[in-house]
């Protein structure tokens, strides 16, 4: 077991913080933390590297994630309930954290729960639209969003987070983590029966800090339009010019979508017209670079708390921007 440490700044200089972290559980997951610290750099030599681009709070939430590669946990295996965002909830799922400082927790595997490979094969994923976990019926989640303005918030700054935590694996090459979060986003999105909204600060945050061809744009593009354009009561031409004034490139990306759905009614060709056969489950939207698709399917399914901990870390960091 290797248990040498490095130490990572994150932060602008007036808030930075530094970090102490097991080098291996760096370079496990990202080849360019593999590179700054076992390569000829000086990173390697000093064992220090910063990160003046990353808050403190998406890093530990990052690390936090590593850790739930290598420490099973027996609960948290069914996603919270939306009231999670609310201040003061007790949704959280108990036991699905660690104890101690999450950076320096040792990285070995705990054999706390029965192997997960022993799992049936027909029970389906929590990213799957017509799998078991629980969805929250329409109208309770609606009732939320017209009562209470602290839930439209605190979904808004989730999202934000989950937001934060794709970026920064996509600036430091961390492509498990990246899937995972489109997963996990996806997971929350079925169960809770509330898909990514149309929002100006995440439309110009993702188009900023990420490639157009970026899988989590796609995933808003395809929210908006199986999901907001399609809405009853939803004029489609009137929401497509607000998403315009919002973002062009947003804004064309959805209307090639929705274009390709209505050529899918007239013919073979094109987008299919429902989302559950547009996007079946997560992996239409993954690298893959990681695991192959088969693999990526069976941890899914037989790991569901690597997600419901990334759903409930980002609901936690909206309470604490929320109360910022």
């Not at 998406?58 to 027996?74: A, N």
């Not at 990285?107 to 990213?127: C, E, K, M, N, Y």
């Not at 315009?244 to 209307?255: G, Q, S």
């Not at 069976?298 to 997600?307: A, E, H, L, N, V």
């Amino acid at each position: 077991m290797d248990l040498d440490t490095v130490t990572v700044r994150v932060g602008e200089a007036d808030t930075a913080v530094n970090i102490t972290v097991y080098r291996n559980l760096l370079s496990d997951v990202s080849p360019y933390f593999r590179g700054a610290f076992e390569g000829s750099f000086v990173e390697a030599t000093d064992r220090f590297i910063s990160l003046t681009d990353v808050t403190e709070q998406t890093f530990r939430m990052f690390l936090q994630w590593v850790h739930t590669q290598v420490h099973q946990h027996s609960s948290g295996a069914t996603i919270p309930s939306p009231v999670i965002l609310l201040p003061g909830s007790t949704a959280k799922n108990a036991g699905n954290t660690t104890t101690g400082p999450v950076e320096l927790q040792p990285p070995h595997r705990t054999q706390s729960v029965p192997d997960v490979g022993f799992l049936p094969d027909d029970i389906s994923a929590l990213d799957e639209l017509g799998g078991h976990q629980k969805r929250w019926d329409v109208e309770e989640i609606e009732g939320l969003y017209l009562k209470e303005s602290e839930w439209i918030n605190g979904h808004r700054l989730s999202l934000l987070s989950f937001l934060r935590l794709y970026v920064f694996a996509d600036q430091y090459n961390v492509p498990q983590l990246r899937d995972d979060v489109l997963t996990a986003l996806t997971a929350q999105s079925i169960s809770w029966s509330w898909w990514p909204d149309i929002e100006r600060e995440m439309m110009e945050s993702a188009y900023a800090k990420l490639p157009p061809s970026s899988k989590f744009i796609r995933l808003l593009v395809l929210s908006t339009a199986y999901c907001w354009l399609s809405k009853p009561g939803t004029c489609s031409a009137t929401r497509l010019r607000t998403i315009k004034e919002m973002n062009e490139d947003f804004a064309f990306d959805v209307m090639v979508v929705q274009n390709e759905r209505l050529k899918e009614t007239e013919s073979s060709e094109g987008m299919p017209f429902w989302l559950e056969d547009a996007m079946p489950n997560s992996c239409t939207l993954h690298e893959h670079l990681a695991r192959d698709a088969a693999n990526c399917r069976k941890r899914i399914r037989d790991q569901p708390y690597i997600f419901i901990g990334l759903i409930e870390m980002c609901a936690q960091d909206d309470l604490s921007i929320a109360e910022e």
